[in-house]
Structure formats: C-alpha cells, structure tokens
C-alpha cells in the first residue's frame, strides 16, 4: 500500500468520499454525514488528508484530521477530529484503516495536536472495535451530532 497525502477535493478523495456517505446513507437511512467539511480544513497544518492506494493505484482507503480548539460544539483546545475514516468493501481485513489512524495520529502529534477525538455512531461497530482497540476511550460528546442518541464519541491523548 501506498499513503498519500491528498487534497480533500482531490478527485481520489472526492470518490472515496461519495462511497463513505452512500454507506453511512445505507446504515442510518439518512443521507449521510452533514457535518460540515471544507477542503480548506484539511491543510497543513491544521490538518491532513490521507488516501491509500493498492498495487494497482486505486484507491482503497481514506481519513484525515483536522485542527479544533474550544468550540461551542464540545471540542477542547488542542483537538485533532478524525474525519473520513474509510475502507472500500474489496479492501476490508487488510489493516488499512489501523495503519491510516497510525499515520493520522503521527501526523496530529507532530503538528503538536494534544488529543485525536472521533464521533462514529453505534451502526458502526467495526469502527468502534477499531477505535477502542487502537486506545481510544469514550469522552464527552462534541460536534455536529452530539445530542444524537446514537452517536459515540471517542478520544486519545497524543502525548508528546
């Protein structure tokens, strides 16, 4: 697999994330993710924009993080939201999405981010298992959908 940094308007991105939002349309029936994104949110260094490519250059997998501070939406100063985090169907069980967190978190702790914080939903219980095996740790709900009652959010301090 080949990482590669991206535009999130990049057409790669842009593809991997009209699947993302058709999947989570599939899972909650409701469109997909409304947050609001702007490609401007994902650029050094207040952010990154990860795609993994296979042997054939397609690409297969995606995320990226994006600078927070203390917002009215429960972000704290020093955030890192993970956003985007996705693996096409036919590339699933390879560790794809294990190794994009890796490089996202290693990329927010250089950019001296203190915690990496995500809100996934419980119809995403791969994610969780992700999430939770990879340290991270239920925390106070923030963003866009923090008085959903599915919602679940998650956090991991960088450290240094």
């Not at 866009?144 to 240094?160: M, Q, T, V």
Request: proline letters at 6%; charged letters at 30%.
């Amino acid at each position: 697999m080949n990482i590669r940094r991206v535009p999130f308007d990049h057409p790669d991105a842009v593809k991997l994330n009209d699947e993302v939002q058709a999947e989570y349309h599939v899972r909650y029936g409701d469109g997909g993710d409304a947050t609001p994104l702007d490609p401007s949110d994902f650029e050094h260094p207040n952010g990154v924009y990860l795609i993994a490519y296979d042997e054939y250059d397609s690409p297969v997998a995606s995320g990226g993080w994006r600078a927070q501070d203390a917002n009215e939406e429960g972000n704290r100063d020093g955030d890192a939201e993970l956003k985007r985090m996705f693996v096409v169907a036919s590339a699933r069980g390879r560790g794809l999405a294990r190794r994009i967190l890796t490089a996202l978190e290693e990329d927010a702790r250089a950019a001296g981010r203190a915690r990496m914080v995500l809100e996934t939903g419980l119809k995403q219980p791969e994610a969780i298992a992700l999430y939770t095996s990879s340290g991270y740790e239920p925390c106070e709900k923030f963003g866009y959908y923090r008085f959903h009652e599915s919602s679940r959010c998650f956090a991991k301090p960088l450290g240094s």
